[in-house]
């Protein structure tokens, strides 16, 4: 504890009396005053026993923080000297009232706590602790008590360290929240630019397939137009699947809930099949394809689909961002344990202040003149977290405005070991008539579909709602039902459920709906669904469901 005795002019210690000639036993309140002296005694104590006060002070912290084994990294402990040498040659220096050595250590204090993750609190707090043990030990080595205007210096020194870490620690908090504004700012530009792009994405499909039906019912229906009105509105319809599945995509992988399929695979045949799928996008611009893959099998541990999709979308990127009579490369080589893929091009190029954002999402660049526009902005972030959830990397080049760009795609190589052959019986399996229960709300959807049925030679039954539809059922015994999920009177789930207690396995129950999450499926299946489709349904997905089904009953 500190021993003060004091009179005016007078200073006591023990028994002995003796003038106090300066007046340190004086209060003022006047920083000026206070900086103006010289507190040479104390100011040598506290440098010369840096390191038995920062022992202390570390004791004394972590019995009344809860914290403090974690704020006290061995950094901030190698940064203390230095600001206790500072603060104690403030006082021994003393005479200019603006002198204040410490302060630029404390700056640097407050910094170095911001940037290891302390909290405000937890700053003062330590100060307030360092304070208390820095008096205590004074007292203690000087044998003698501290007088009133040593007690005001050191708490003077203190309180402006503490001004100054508080200052840097506040500067160092205000730019983040400064940037983090910024960075909402650009994330709320981005999506705004994004749904203007979105629905010039979805009307571009919509354009031809309108047009397309106008030229039928303007009485187009020869066998060419006819034709060639298929294959318009096939194109488009794909072109709207492609959209949407991408955005189902990036919304799995942000709440983690995409799932992968893994197996090893040949690298090689995905970027082969790859390529065929880009071929009539490639040949529409009249570019030149140029594959180059090694004779030896790449086998690599992934999911077939997937890893198809991430090398259709370099490629249709490459496409697009090269004008008509490009140029494109597609090269694959292995080094070590790694499969290197390039996709090169000689299109308009990457701007270079744009390599590091373009895998961001909904960050597009400019395709310039006479390269294709569109795009969501949302392909090459898609590829970029495709390729790292299996386990590999990709980087993009610049080679120059107008020069191309070039995207090397890694993955980790894996021994073919026992890779499995999956016999998949890909001929086109022919599939009995049906009876089949169609249960949907949507008139276009409901007829459309039950057109395209009868095409492939199914008796087709149809209901509007949920309840017509389990009257229907229970009339018919159908082979097959199809429930869309979001009827108006009662749901999909409800209907399966009362089916399948009805009937039982003698009706297949096949969900036909818009929800394409995995809970989604898992929920029809516990509703009693015996299968999932995700609308828009593709046509040879439905009849090879319905080709691996039982005989029909009623053949």
Request: charged residues 25%; glycine residues 8%.
């Amino acid at each position: 504890m500190i021993r003060l005795n004091r009179s005016p002019d007078r200073l006591t210690i023990g028994a002995a009396t003796l003038p106090d000639p300066r007046g340190l036993h004086h209060v003022t309140t006047d920083a000026k005053v206070l900086r103006a002296d010289r507190f040479a005694e104390i100011g040598a104590v506290i440098q010369r026993d840096a390191g038995v006060i920062i022992e202390r002070w570390c004791q004394r912290s972590i019995q009344e923080q809860s914290q403090a084994r974690r704020v006290h990294y061995q950094v901030l402990l190698d940064h203390l000297p230095a600001f206790l040498d500072a603060l104690g040659r403030g006082l021994i220096e003393s005479g200019d009232p603006f002198n204040r050595p410490h302060y630029q250590t404390a700056l640097e204090h407050g910094e170095q706590r911001w940037e290891t993750g302390w909290s405000l609190n937890e700053v003062c707090r330590d100060y307030q602790i360092l304070r208390l043990v820095l008096l205590d030990y004074l007292d203690e080595a000087l044998e003698r008590s501290l007088r009133l205007r040593e007690i005001q210096a050191v708490g003077l020194a203190l309180d402006e360290a503490i001004e100054a870490s508080v200052a840097r620690y506040t500067q160092f908090c205000e730019g983040q929240f400064h940037q983090q504004a910024e960075s909402l700012r650009e994330a709320d530009r981005r999506k705004n630019q994004f749904l203007a792009t979105l629905a010039h994405e979805l009307r571009n499909p919509l354009a031809p397939m309108q047009n397309s039906l106008d030229a039928l019912r303007l009485g187009r229906s020869d066998p060419s137009s006819v034709e060639q009105v298929r294959d318009i509105m096939d194109r488009q319809v794909r072109q709207m699947t492609r959209l949407v599945d991408d955005l189902l995509d990036m919304s799995r992988i942000a709440l983690g809930k995409l799932e992968l399929r893994k197996e090893r695979i040949d690298l090689k045949a995905v970027l082969q099949q790859a390529v065929q799928m880009n071929a009539p996008l490639a040949a529409a611009r009249r570019h030149a394809v140029t594959v180059e893959l090694p004779t030896g099998a790449m086998w690599v541990e992934g999911d077939q689909a997937r890893l198809i999709q991430v090398f259709v979308n370099l490629l249709n990127n490459a496409v697009k961002f090269t004008p008509e009579n490009g140029q494109l490369t597609l090269s694959a080589t292995s080094e070590g344990d790694q499969a290197i893929v390039r996709v090169c091009d000689d299109g308009v190029g990457i701007p270079n202040e744009m390599l590091t954002k373009i895998f961001d999402l909904f960050t597009q660049v400019d395709a310039g003149s006479g390269s294709a526009p569109g795009g969501l902005g949302i392909g090459l972030s898609l590829v970029r977290q495709l390729v790292e959830l299996h386990g590999g990397a990709i980087v993009a080049a610049n080679s120059g405005s107008g020069q191309g760009s070039e995207f090397t795609v890694t993955f980790p190589l894996v021994n073919r070991g026992a890779v499995e052959s999956n016999s998949d019986s890909s001929g086109r399996q022919a599939t009995a008539g049906r009876r089949i229960l169609l249960i949907e709300d949507n008139a276009d959807g409901r007829r459309s579909m039950e057109m395209l049925l009868k095409l492939l030679g199914h008796e087709i039954v149809t209901a509007e709602n949920g309840a017509r539809g389990i009257e229907a059922a229970l009339a018919v015994a159908p082979d097959v039902a199809l429930i869309d999920i979001g009827l108006p009177d009662m749901d999909g789930y409800q209907v399966a459920t009362r089916l399948k207690s009805e009937l039982g396995s003698r009706t297949v129950l096949v969900a036909l709906t818009g929800f394409s999450q995995p809970e989604d499926r898992e929920r029809a299946i516990t509703a009693g669904f015996d299968s999932h489709l995700t609308k828009p349904v593709d046509l040879q997905t439905l009849q090879e469901l319905l080709a691996s089904l039982a005989p029909p009953r009623h053949a």
